[in-house]
């Protein structure tokens, strides 16, 4: 694993940018001043090659900045992944960095924790409290499972890491 030091004598990072600018031509296609690493199509993430190894950009902005690698996962705070804008990024436990994901695709209601129950023909909300589901109850309306969610959540120790 590439340390600070090494990395500092690398790059200068761009805080407000979220970029890597190279400061020494590594390799034929990395020159001096230009903008190093690439977008991994598969996984959104921005990703820098330092000799043998793939890094995620957000995982060297947080070394570049703090001196040290994170312990946990970095969290993007609006979700995009390729934004490694250092005021975008916190260190995340993996249910935190969880709660921030974007509405799945095949999400029909709209609303995370909050789907239609077909046998009995009313919404259903439930929030997560330490890695298990709660179920909060069945409602005639789309609004009343929402606002059951919300107030199940406005208690949750991470709820600066829900999305809605």
Not at 45 to 54: E, K, N, S
Not at 76 to 92: F, K, Y
Not at 98 to 123: E, I, M, P, T
Request: with cysteine; net charge positive.
């Amino acid at each position: 694993m590439i340390s600070h030091i090494e990395l500092k004598e690398l790059f200068e990072y761009r805080p407000e940018t979220g970029e890597f600018i190279c400061l020494t031509q590594r390799a034929k296609r990395s020159r001096v001043g230009s903008v190093a690493g690439s977008l991994d199509r598969s996984t959104g993430y921005h990703r820098i090659r330092i000799g043998a190894h793939t890094y995620s950009t957000h995982r060297l902005a947080w070394l570049y900045v703090t001196g040290e690698w994170p312990q946990h996962e970095l969290d993007h705070i609006n979700g995009e992944r390729a934004d490694n804008r250092w005021q975008n990024l916190r260190e995340a436990t993996h249910q935190q960095n969880a709660f921030n994901r974007k509405l799945r695709s095949d999400n029909s209601s709209g609303h995370r924790r909050v789907r239609w129950n077909k046998q009995c023909g009313k919404w259903q909300a439930f929030c997560t409290r330490a890695g298990k589901h709660t179920h909060l109850g069945l409602f005639a309306t789309l609004e009343e499972a929402v606002a059951a969610r919300d107030a199940a959540e406005a208690e949750l120790a991470h709820r600066e890491f829900l999305r809605a």
